[in-house]
């Protein structure tokens, strides 16, 4: 398989568990239940107007997050995590009209698509809103929501490095998420990716244990890590036993946070590593965050099969098909060679 199908089948089905799951985001599982049946919900509730399946803030902040990264890669006036920032900020005057100080450059705002709410996090629009860049060393709050891990599969794509995919990642998250929590595990996802799409490597298992040994190594005494650690380990343990997903993921939390988030995804992608279906609704039938986990564990299993192994109910109805897509292709493009990107990108160096 070829690393472009790679990059396309993450984002692709990454979208695919954000909209499935968004359905049911706010539901606990026994309600899920009583409205899609003992297995809950299983295809996408398409929305009634044009009959697409709507994704929510994590695709839309995905997308504003590879704009960033693909203006980053191909001007070097400012460091990554700024292009990062201002792309973001052109994401909340997606969701505000009085958004302060837009970029205005991304290419992505001419989608009218994007231009809805979808349950934002309060962290990302506080943040943002606040107007200054939350770093690892600078604190800006102390949020280990998900809202940081949701967005940054594109790090891990863009980057051939994997110690710069994973600080990529974690820098990505800590804009906005400056909880150690918060970023940590973004470094783990990317660790996650990197293996899968620029080290072709195809055990799952291995796969995430390799991410956590060299999270630990990237942060090195932090006082969260062994939680973390336990937590993730559970999730390894939970994937070799043999109870139901449900029963499993309620052993490693909801969701609403990043390590378990984490630990949600990488148990659902371990349990079920090549088929796109299952690991869809295994990642979004719990109590929590469905669509954060769906986003999640879609990314990584997205990555291990590709695009052209995601079965057509998953794209055929998806909003912004065509646009997700074409993203996953710049950054292809960027990580390649950054003069064969768009010229938008390359031409001026921004004030
Ligand atoms: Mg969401």
Redesign the pocket.
Known sequence: MDRLDRMRGCLLLSAAG?AL??AV?FDRLKEIQKTYGPNGIQSYELSPFDHKAIF???TQMTLFTAEGLLFASARKDRSEKEYIWLAYMDWLTTQFDDAPEPFQKCRILDEKRLHHR????NTCLGALKGGVMGTMEEPINHSKGCGGI?RIAPCALVHRDRHEAAVSAAEASALTHTHPMGYIPSATMAFILHSIVWEEETDMKQIVLDAMHDTEELFPGNAYMPEYMDLMNRAVACAENSKSDMENIRELGEGWVADEAMAIAAYCAMRHPTDASAVLRAAVNHDG?S??TG?VAGAIVGAMIGKEAIPAEWTKHLECRALIEAMADDLFKAAQDPASLPKMYRSEVIQ
């Not at 979808?118 to 996090?121: D, E, I, K, M, S």
């Open positions: 954000d799951g968004y985001e929510s803030d994590d979808r349950a934002p996090g949701m965050d669509d954060s986003a």
